[in-house]
């Protein structure tokens, strides 16, 4: 790999991603549920109960972004927290 690939790899893997996610995005509106509920109901649903550092490192969220997250969808009735 040329080393011209290599720093543009990420930005490759980000423009790839907007790609995916602009087939997505109307989907979720629809549903109402923004993109980082939808990684967070698909590691639940996926992994089954999970602790909040483990959803953080799956979902790729910050500690802080997840806490208003979380608030929220339970608000909504798409999760429950349990201690």
Do not use: K, Y
């Given at each position: 790999m040329?080393?011209?690939s290599r720093r543009n790899?990420?930005?490759?893997?980000?423009?790839?991603?907007?790609?995916?996610?602009?087939?997505?995005?109307?989907?979720?509106n629809?549903?109402?549920?923004?993109?980082?509920q939808w990684r967070v109901l698909?590691?639940?649903l996926s992994d089954?109960?999970?602790e909040p550092r483990q959803?953080?490192?799956i979902c790729c969220l910050s500690s802080a972004s997840l806490v208003g997250i979380l608030a929220r969808?339970?608000?909504?009735?798409?999760?429950?927290?349990e201690r």
């Amino acid at each position: 790999m040329s080393s011209l690939s290599r720093r543009n790899l990420p930005l490759l893997l980000l423009q790839v991603r907007e790609l995916v996610m602009a087939r997505f995005r109307p989907m979720l509106n629809e549903a109402g549920v923004t993109e980082q509920q939808w990684r967070v109901l698909r590691a639940v649903l996926s992994d089954g109960a999970l602790e909040p550092r483990q959803i953080v490192e799956i979902c790729c969220l910050s500690s802080a972004s997840l806490v208003g997250i979380l608030a929220r969808m339970e608000d909504m009735g798409l999760l429950t927290r349990e201690r």
